[in-house]
């Protein structure tokens, strides 16, 4: 099975009996703070989501950024300033039924809109006269929907930056489904391990040396799946999943400036 097959199949997450709940959604509507947007992306018929786009700099490199699971575009008010010192625009995106979105989550969605959400990412940049160049990111569950991204169309993208990432289907079935027959799961592991095999962006990877929702074997175990030649991952010691950011901060900048300095230059 390649991975295009995967992708009309990837709705079999979904219909697999969860262990415990895959998604955590909650409803926000924050207003924007000075000198950010929000908007709203048609992804289907009746089903929208919500964005946040914080500017410094039309001319700066803007970020596409997917969050993690339990997370709003809200609560990034107080994240955007540090990306605008790092020299860096953050387009932030929401899933079907977090913050301002329509629809319920699921897995296939997750990864479905991420295709629509990154057209409109591009025509409103292209709207807005933002000239910079483009960089992916995900962290945490964000990790799927900017995976797919690089990998079924990076066009229009200059690099991918995956934070405490998941990507792996075969931890997430692991942790969130009860048994499955190895007939059934095994190809669409097989297939997405393949989709990130065929990336071809320069990928940064940051994560906590002490991640304990995403253990850091994790990460290695991804980066040891990308053959693209320009990717690094970066680990930040004495950090977890919730505080790398914050922990690690200086080093977690230093780590993306220098990244996204290396694709511009």
């Given at each position: 099975m390649?991975?295009?097959a995967m992708?009309?199949?990837i709705s079999?997450?979904?219909?697999?009996?969860?262990?415990?709940p895959?998604?955590?959604?909650?409803?926000d509507r924050?207003?924007?703070?000075?000198?950010?947007?929000?908007?709203?992306?048609?992804?289907?018929a009746?089903?929208?989501?919500?964005?946040?786009h914080?500017?410094?700099d039309?001319a700066?490199?803007t970020?596409l950024?997917?969050?993690?699971?339990?997370?709003?575009?809200?609560?990034?008010?107080?994240?955007?300033p540090?990306?605008?010192?790092a020299?860096?625009?953050?387009?932030?995106?929401?899933?079907?039924?977090?913050?301002?979105?329509?629809?319920?989550?699921?897995?296939a969605?997750?990864?479905?809109?991420?295709?629509?959400?990154a057209?409109?990412?591009?025509a409103?940049?292209?709207?807005?006269?933002m000239?910079?160049?483009?960089?992916?990111?995900?962290?945490?569950?964000?990790?799927?929907?900017?995976?797919?991204?690089?990998?079924?169309r990076?066009d229009?993208?200059?690099?991918?930056?995956?934070?405490?990432?998941?990507?792996?289907?075969?931890?997430?079935v692991?942790?969130?489904?009860?048994?499955v027959?190895?007939?059934v799961?095994?190809?669409?592991?097989?297939?997405?391990?393949?989709?990130?095999?065929?990336?071809?962006?320069?990928?940064?990877?940051?994560?906590?040396?002490?991640?304990?929702?995403?253990?850091?074997?994790?990460?290695?175990?991804?980066?040891?799946?990308l053959?693209?030649k320009?990717?690094s991952?970066?680990?930040?010691?004495?950090?977890?999943h919730?505080?790398i950011?914050?922990?690690?901060?200086?080093?977690?900048?230093?780590?993306?400036?220098?990244?996204?300095?290396?694709?511009?230059?």
């Amino acid at each position: 099975m390649n991975g295009r097959a995967m992708d009309n199949d990837i709705s079999l997450i979904d219909r697999m009996e969860l262990a415990v709940p895959l998604f955590y959604p909650r409803e926000d509507r924050s207003p924007a703070p000075p000198g950010a947007a929000d908007s709203l992306l048609p992804v289907a018929a009746g089903v929208a989501i919500g964005a946040r786009h914080y500017v410094v700099d039309p001319a700066l490199p803007t970020v596409l950024y997917f969050h993690g699971n339990g997370e709003v575009v809200g609560d990034h008010d107080d994240v955007a300033p540090l990306y605008h010192r790092a020299g860096l625009n953050l387009f932030v995106v929401d899933y079907r039924g977090y913050g301002r979105s329509g629809g319920r989550p699921s897995f296939a969605s997750l990864i479905g809109d991420a295709h629509p959400i990154a057209s409109l990412f591009h025509a409103t940049l292209d709207e807005r006269g933002m000239t910079g160049p483009r960089f992916l990111m995900g962290r945490s569950l964000g990790g799927y929907p900017a995976v797919e991204l690089a990998a079924r169309r990076p066009d229009g993208f200059r690099g991918l930056i995956l934070e405490s990432a998941a990507a792996n289907l075969r931890r997430l079935v692991a942790r969130f489904v009860g048994p499955v027959p190895p007939e059934v799961i095994e190809p669409l592991i097989a297939a997405n391990d393949a989709k990130i095999a065929s990336i071809s962006l320069p990928t940064l990877m940051l994560h906590g040396e002490r991640d304990e929702l995403i253990p850091l074997s994790h990460a290695t175990g991804i980066h040891d799946l990308l053959q693209v030649k320009d990717r690094s991952l970066v680990v930040i010691p004495g950090v977890g999943h919730n505080d790398i950011l914050w922990g690690g901060m200086p080093q977690y900048f230093a780590a993306i400036a220098a990244f996204v300095q290396r694709q511009t230059a």
